[in-house]
């Protein structure tokens, strides 16, 4: 990776907002990574299903998403990045699912097998940029995330 680009991955809604709205800290997978730092979060084109939407009406994510002021799904954007965290980690989610809240578990699967690339949150998107996502990690261009001297914003 070169300095100027940030890697990235792409994540359905309504998991995406999930992680820019501070819902969610995890994003497990069927797999591990080595990666460790930076890590775009983009939301994909793909419009979500009936079922994707309806675990945003479990009362303790809809209370979670009220306190923040989320009220509706235009909240959740589509095709555009939507936040940059830092992956910290990366462990089996047995060793970390019991001590999850019901919110974060309820928003990743914590399946015996699987991995939980454990985040800090460091940058919400106010205006999402659109830009086309991809399967598995893809690269944008950093300077979407500078300011005026090219520093990165966080």
Sequence with gaps: MRDDQLKAI???QPWASAMAYQ????ETRSYPTKHRGPLLIHA???KPNRYDWDIL???P???ALAEKGITDTKHFPLGVA???VNVVDCVP???IRDSLSPVERALGNYENGRFAWVTEFLYFIEKPIP???SQGFWFCDAGYFCDEEGSLLW
Excluded: F, Y
């Design 10 to 12: 792409t994540l359905w």
């Design 23 to 26: 819902l969610k800290r995890n």
């Design 44 to 46: 994909a084109a793909h």
């Design 57 to 59: 009406t479990w009362a």
């Design 61 to 63: 994510i809809a209370k």
């Design 82 to 84: 939507v936040c940059v």
């Design 93 to 95: 989610v047995e060793k």
């Design 131 to 133: 830009m086309k996502g």
